[in-house]
């Protein structure tokens, strides 16, 4: 190896990259503009339309309603419902959207309730539709507080305390420090970004640097030069890592900055809401900055096992859109295991510890969390490292095969 | 000087086989002298020409460039030899001048060094005008001249060119042929592939004619000649590769 070739190699992928329109969109673009774009954006949108759809009222059709004025009537009144006129066909308009929910109540449901007879009420909702749904919890809410109040007035009525039906409250106390709540909320989120940027960082440069110089002719040329083609695979691939790290140091800058500022342009109301949560009892989730550190620490090793896989896989395709058609489908590749992370129960051992992807988004949920298993983080560090090894061996021996490098 | 003895090379296909795209191939090429490789498509130049720049290892036999051998002695093949051909492309996102410097570090040069040999080769091929324009924007001319430039960074001994007139407009073509005669009249040691006859004729001063990857003939122009007793070059070729319908069959393969 000499490092002094590396070096120059390096510094000129880097200059050719940085004047390459789509590394710089993959690798400061897209991170710094458009993934807190994107996350801020549609958390707001989300909010805005939950928010618009827990605010409108909800239409609803009563059935056999004509036998209790009281119970309609007091519906009527209650702002969060609109009732419509009962027709024949509302389960169709439900389908249809056009009535978010129906309910169902027994024609002389005032008079058994008085005579202390057992009815049954049926809400209709349409399963999976977002208003629907919403429109059926507030009828079973008014629903309870329908029977609640029968309840109370029928215990009256036989000169009981109310408190017979409600002997004791359930009240639930958090133990746990703000940056634990932060680490369990965003753990499996944090870890699943970043391998997502770390791997698309890579892909652009990756292509560029060996199947991009192929279909323009330069690699030929370059491997003319009485550089060892091992100097060439580490110089491309440290261009490679870095465009991969700045991807997720952008990222993650810019996602801090736009919190800030976020929270910045809340002012008051943030804090409002922080000490709102304190009273109610509730922690506001921070993320634990030494589990951040971590989080970092580990992912070095998947970068560059990203970095020479894809390299690897790139060099092998005679085109730019040969390169695409064979890295694009690894990213589900990679969405899987870091997706499988996030799911609950699935918990970090020994075994899942040398599963790559994996083993790394579940580390990351732990550190995030407060917890240190150092035995796994070092077994996944070093299996991270091993794997990334074989990774960059495996792409010089991809260098210096000619039927790879001048593949027809 | 280039040696090459018995050299061959052997392709792999899943579909066709085994391919001997150069067959048992020997020749020697000397300083102050052009060594025309002249044959059809297909026939074994490029290969040929790799195997001596050292971008493809030989299956058997071995090939020398100024002492070294390209199977044992690959990086110091390179240091002394520049390869130019119509596939050996500049970055297009480099100026002229930093596709040349950076050339000029890859063979070791340093800054000073480069700076002097960078100046010289700008004055010899008028290349000052756009030294700091990017190499995408280049006419073809101006990306031939910067190609030759890269070649020359560190005064290779040895210049291999393969077909590097291929697609040129003809003033291009021409600056390109007084050019690889200048190489031979500073001492150099020259090998030129080409299918093109004309050029043969105005250059070569050994001819090795190449055929289904064996050199089939070999000689000064006068020379070949008199073995198949025509004059004209494109007919000494056709029989030397054993006549029209070889060719064509060749071709198709």
Request: glycine fraction near 8%; include cysteine.
């Amino acid at each position: 190896m000499n490092g002094k070739h590396i070096v120059t190699v390096y510094l000129k992928e880097l200059k050719d990259s940085l004047r390459d329109r789509r590394t710089l969109i993959s690798m400061i673009v897209i991170p710094t503009l458009i993934i807190p774009l994107l996350i801020f954006g549609v958390t707001t949108v989300m909010t805005r339309v939950m928010k618009q759809a827990h605010d409108e009222a909800t239409s609803v059709i009563v059935i056999n309603g004509a036998g209790s004025p009281a119970m309609v009537a007091a519906l009527k009144a209650d702002k969060k419902f609109r009732v419509i006129a009962p027709t024949d066909d509302y389960k169709q308009l439900i389908s249809d959207k056009k009535v978010r929910v129906a309910v169902e109540i027994p024609k002389d449901f005032e008079a058994s309730l008085k005579s202390g007879e057992h009815a049954v009420v049926t809400i209709y909702h349409y399963e999976g539709e977002l208003k629907s749904g919403m429109g059926a919890g507030e009828l079973e809410r008014f629903f309870r507080a329908w029977r609640d109040k029968t309840v109370a007035s029928r215990l009256t009525g036989r000169g009981l305390p109310a408190s017979l039906v409600d002997p004791f409250d359930v009240k639930r106390e958090n133990v746990a420090p703000p940056e634990k709540v932060g680490g369990n909320a965003f753990g499996g989120f944090i870890p699943y970004i970043i391998i997502i940027l770390c791997f698309t960082g890579a892909m652009y440069p990756a292509m560029d640097l060996t199947a991009g110089e192929k279909e323009r002719g330069t690699m030929e040329t370059l491997l003319c030069s009485p550089v060892s083609r091992i100097n060439i695979v580490i110089g491309k691939f440290l261009m490679v890592l870095t465009a991969s790290v700045t991807t997720i140091f952008l990222a993650m800058l810019s996602m801090a900055a736009s919190a800030a500022i976020g929270i910045m342009s809340l002012g008051g109301s943030a804090r409002q809401l922080a000490a709102g949560a304190k009273a109610a009892g509730n922690t506001i989730p921070t993320i634990d900055p030494l589990g951040l550190l971590g989080v970092v620490a580990m992912v070095a090793p998947v970068a560059v096992l990203f970095a020479a896989v894809l390299l690897a896989i790139s060099l092998f395709a005679k085109s730019y859109k040969e390169a695409q058609s064979y890295v694009s489908p690894l990213i589900i590749v990679i969405i899987m295991p870091a997706m499988l992370a996030t799911l609950p129960g699935i918990e970090l051992n020994a075994r899942l510890a040398l599963v790559p992807i994996l083993n790394l988004s579940l580390v990351c949920k732990e550190m995030l969390s407060g917890v240190w298993h150092w035995n796994l983080i070092m077994l996944i560090f070093g299996s991270s490292c091993f794997y990334a090894g074989v990774a960059l061996a495996f792409c010089v021996r991809m260098f210096n095969r000619e039927d790879v490098m001048f593949r027809v | 000087m280039i040696e090459a003895s018995h050299l061959t090379k052997i392709f792999k296909d899943k579909k066709r086989g085994e391919i001997r795209a150069v067959d048992d191939v020997s020749f020697t090429c000397r300083p102050g002298q052009i060594y025309g490789l002249l044959g059809a498509n297909g026939a074994g130049k490029t290969t040929t020409l790799r195997l001596l720049a050292t971008l493809l290892r030989p299956t058997s036999g071995f090939a020398t460039v100024c002492g070294h051998d390209v199977a044992t002695a690959a990086n110091e093949v390179r240091a002394n030899a520049g390869f130019l051909a119509a596939s050996t492309a500049l970055y297009g996102r480099l100026t002229a001048r930093e596709m040349i410097t950076y050339f000029g570090r890859l063979n070791s040069l340093n800054d000073s060094e480069i700076k002097a040999r960078l100046r010289h080769l700008a004055d010899e091929l008028d290349m000052h005008e756009f030294l700091d324009r990017r190499c995408d924007k280049f006419s073809t001319g101006m990306k031939q001249k910067t190609s030759i430039a890269r070649t020359l960074i560190h005064d290779p001994a040895v210049m291999i060119f393969d077909e590097p007139t291929l697609g040129l407009d003809v003033m291009t073509a021409r600056s390109i042929v007084q050019f690889v005669r200048e190489c031979r009249n500073r001492g150099k040691t020259v090998i030129y592939s080409t299918h093109v006859m004309s050029e043969v004729e105005k250059l070569c001063d050994v001819i090795g004619i190449i055929h289904g990857g064996r050199l089939v003939a070999e000689g000064t122009r006068p020379v070949l000649q008199e073995r198949f007793g025509e004059k004209d070059m494109e007919e000494i070729f056709v029989k030397a590769a054993g006549g029209e319908a070889a060719l064509v069959a060749a071709l198709n393969r």
